[in-house]
């Protein structure tokens, strides 16, 4: 895989799936990393051998997001596409029957906040990294499968607050916001994840699987509703001469 690495320790019985986002100093989100992490999530969840596993990036980013510059590029059948794959990448994400642990290893706005909302815990390194979902002040159409997922975490009246708002947070804030749920030392993130993971595995794996499933049913039901109702708005706004214009001025500005 080119956008990713994947590695199954031996100290674990090479019974744990480590999938490390590695695409450039920022891991940001084009469609060869949705088709590549698609096929790392299937393999953790079709192998009987694997029991759970550990989505992390690379020192200082986390992932940055939807690579805006590749996707500018697009064309309309594949900006669609693009869709189609990466909400399906949620979806499988969710209903996971088996652990998924977000080592959160810097900065993690956008696309990367949505990577960290599917894993059943997220851990964050300290330092001055930002977490959030900040599509709205960059004039980008927030998909309501969005809105769904990070209400399922944070609670509906503060996702509606952070994301009309666009907030980035600091670890401690998104700590106290309930986006994650502990920040420590970057030398320590991989330990505690795999901690928190061995802490999972103790438990019955059907019951834990079940009990997932059962408690992400409606949220589920939510992320796979009509494509049209969902994206139809996220792409006219895309196509649109406003914000296409403002888009090819806010890639000059990252090129430079």
């Known amino acids: 895989m080119e956008t990713l690495q994947t590695e199954r320790p031996d ?16 891991n940001p989100i084009n469609m060869q990393m949705v088709t590549e992490l698609r096929a790392a999530v299937k393999t953790l969840r079709e192998d009987e051998t694997l029991q759970g596993g550990i ?45 998924l642990v977000a080592a959160i290893s810097g900065h993690s706005p956008a696309g990367g906040c949505v990577l960290a909302l599917c894993c059943d815990q997220r851990l964050m390194a300290e330092g001055p990294y930002r977490i959030g979902l900040n599509e709205v002040p960059v004039g980008i159409v927030v998909p309501p499968t969005i809105y769904y997922l990070y209400a399922a975490v944070i609670g509906e009246g503060k996702a509606y607050h952070h994301l009309l708002n666009g907030s ?31 802490h999972y595995l103790g438990m019955n794996p059907t019951a834990w699987g079940t009990s997932k499933g059962l408690l992400h049913k409606q949220l589920l039901g939510q992320l796979q509703g009509d494509f049209e109702d969902l994206f139809g708005p996220v792409l006219k706004h895309w196509w649109s001469p406003e914000f296409r214009a403002q888009l090819a001025a806010m890639i000059q500005k990252l090129k430079k």
Not at 11 to 26: F, H, M
Not at 169 to 191: D, F, I, K, R, Y
């Open 55 to 99: 989505l992390t990036g690379q020192p200082r980013y986390f992932s940055a997001g939807l690579d805006v510059v590749e996707l500018y590029g697009y064309d309309e059948a594949t900006m669609r596409e693009f869709w189609v794959q990466f909400s399906a990448l949620i979806v499988e994400l969710v209903s996971l029957p088996k652990p």
């Open 168 to 198: 980035l947070m600091l670890p401690e804030e998104a700590l106290a916001e309930g986006l994650v749920h502990q920040v420590l030392p970057a030398e320590s993130l991989m330990e505690v994840a795999q901690g928190r993971l061995t």
């Open 11 to 26: 100290e674990y019985n090479q019974a744990r799936l480590v999938i490390s986002l590695n695409r450039g100093k920022a």
